[in-house]
């Protein structure tokens, strides 16, 4: 799969005298549409500024923000045409931003020589980073004749080299002419690996991207308990403090990336991410694509909190998720259901939320190569999930339809009419929910217990024991009020990176990993990445006598 780079905007910044202030709204409005991701609207009102004649130096603002607008849209060759009228004019102090957008358009059109010409020209050292970083991406996968054919006129371009060198690695045998060009690349390679020099190798160097203000505002004074971001903050925040008071050396910072890709531009600059042993967060897709290439080409762990989904970390070394991928998902459930279900058909239910239409597909794929047959499997909603059960005609073993259901959502509305309905029935068939159906504030264990509910792990919190508790007293005492699920989630992620690199054990993360293989979780179940980006271990929990247990 090809991978979108988002791009770091700019905000121009000037006056036009000449210009009545009611001329310019629609130009400010666009810019606001684009922020918003309404590309259509914004390229629609940019048009009439993007006339040289009328508007002068605006224009090549108008220009950019709207070739900026038909890249985010995949309209990559009208960005490559409205970015060439603009990316030259060397009297505009924003060309090289334009050159940098022009050529990610090149390679998303798979004009790859296009694009690297133009990458040749941009002298601007944070762009050229960023644009050999792109490199690296849309190369990784090239044909190696290509690469090893424009070696030559390349090699200045780390992000080539590193495409390069990674093609060669896995090639078993070298001809002379690729021993000779590995041997080269090789002397190279530190540059693009980044630099260590300030690294303290005594002390275990966190840095925390996460947008607090991810819906507009600036600082965290005014954050309340509602922003989930800032739960998890406090939760790692609570983490971070018992490894220091256990004798592990941390230092953390975190920075606010606010969702806007500027700042994290100027955040990638700062000294301190040079200096990290791992990277924690940002969150949302736009973030994570720029600080996760920002990562690997400096190989530094970087950790996706609380993500599941794991298409964009394939293929790359120094990208993890701390929970379960969605293929991890889909095994665990799988082999519950080969050990533990006597039938075959299986009814799938699953939200409109990316992880769970991914993993409705996934569950079908391997459940099918164990010769399970799918009966249904059907997009739901909190009204028509109960059509999708009724339908499925559960309160009679005889006349059942399925012998497993599988409900993927963590939307409450969901919950609440899955069990709304099957409170009025009697149903035996096996029905399996994402843990996030334990902590739902309108259903108590007892009214889960009831049904024959089991709950596929996803980090999952061991519930009533004592070490959860002690966490929520101290939580509690600390901020006076409740830890929710991040808050848990965010101490769990703090303990257990605090566990794999230390001053005792060394600072190689992966290597770590691998040595350590399962982790018996502080509050959760556990984690295990041996060999993995991603937490393997997902156990399905039901609930017995009031309490979880591991089947």
Request: charged share 25%; aromatic share 12%; hydrophobic share 40%.
């Amino acid at each position: 799969m090809r991978r979108v780079f988002f791009l770091f905007l700019f905000v121009a910044s000037f006056f036009v005298d000449s210009l009545a202030q009611d001329r310019l709204s629609d130009y400010n409005r666009a810019k606001t549409l684009i922020g918003y991701g309404n590309y259509g609207e914004a390229m629609e009102l940019l048009k009439p500024y993007m006339d040289r004649d009328q508007y002068g130096q605006l224009s090549n603002y108008a220009n950019y923000h709207f070739a900026h607008a038909a890249y985010q849209s995949k309209q990559y060759e009208l960005a490559r045409t409205t970015l060439q009228r603009i990316a030259d004019q060397r009297s505009w102090q924003k060309s090289e931003d334009a050159k940098y957008l022009l050529s990610l358009s090149y390679f998303q059109e798979g004009k790859n020589k296009e694009a690297l010409e133009v990458i040749n020209s941009i002298s601007d050292k944070s762009l050229k980073r960023e644009a050999e970083n792109a490199t690296f991406q849309f190369l990784k996968e090239a044909p190696l004749d290509f690469l090893l054919g424009n070696a030559r006129n390349y090699t200045e371009n780390a992000g080539y080299r590193l495409a390069l060198k990674s093609q060669l690695d896995r090639k078993t045998i070298l001809s002379s002419a690729e021993r000779e060009m590995y041997a080269e690349i090789r002397k190279s390679d530190n540059v693009f690996a980044g630099t260590t020099e300030d690294k303290n190798g005594d002390v275990l160097e966190i840095a925390l991207l996460l947008p607090f203000n991810y819906s507009g505002g600036s600082g965290v004074r005014n954050l309340n308990s509602g922003n989930f971001v800032f739960e998890l903050y406090q939760g790692i925040l609570m983490g971070v403090e018992q490894l220091k008071k256990s004798g592990v050396k941390v230092n953390m910072k975190s920075f606010d990336t606010g969702r806007d890709e500027g700042k994290i531009k100027s955040i990638l600059a700062d000294p301190f991410l040079r200096q990290a042993d791992v990277i924690i967060g940002p969150i949302y897709p736009e973030e994570v694509e720029v600080v996760m290439s920002y990562a690997e080409s400096r190989k530094i762990p970087f950790i996706n909190p609380l993500s599941n989904v794991d298409d964009k970390i394939r293929g790359l070394e120094f990208a993890y998720l701390f929970r379960p991928s969605v293929s991890s998902i889909s095994d665990g459930v799988v082999d519950f259901a080969r050990k533990n279900i006597n039938g075959k058909r299986i009814a799938l239910a699953y939200s409109s939320a990316l992880r769970d239409e991914q993993l409705a597909r996934q569950i079908k794929e391997t459940a099918t190569k164990f010769n399970f047959d799918v009966i249904r499997s059907e997009n739901v909603s909190g009204k028509s999930i109960i059509d999708f059960l009724r339908d499925l005609r559960l309160s009679s073993d005889a006349s059942s339809a399925a012998d497993l259901v599988i409900l993927l959502a963590d939307d409450p509305s969901i919950g609440s009419s899955t069990l709304g309905f099957l409170e009025s029935q009697n149903i035996s068939v096996p029905i399996l929910v994402m843990d996030t159906w334990l902590y739902f504030n309108f259903a108590n264990f007892e009214m889960l217990e009831s049904e024959n509910f089991y709950f596929i792990g996803n980090n999952s919190l061991r519930l009533g024991e004592e070490n959860i508790k002690s966490f929520r007293e101290k939580y509690f005492n600390q901020y006076i009020t409740h830890p929710t699920f991040n808050a848990h989630l965010g101490y769990e992620l703090a303990q257990w990176i605090g566990s794999v690199i230390n001053s005792d054990q060394g600072f190689d993360f992966r290597t770590n990993l691998n040595k350590k293989g399962f982790w018996e979780g502080k509050i959760s179940y556990g984690l295990d990445f041996k060999n993995s980006l991603s937490n393997k271990f997902v156990p399905l929990l039901k609930l017995e006598n009031g309490k979880l247990e591991i089947k």
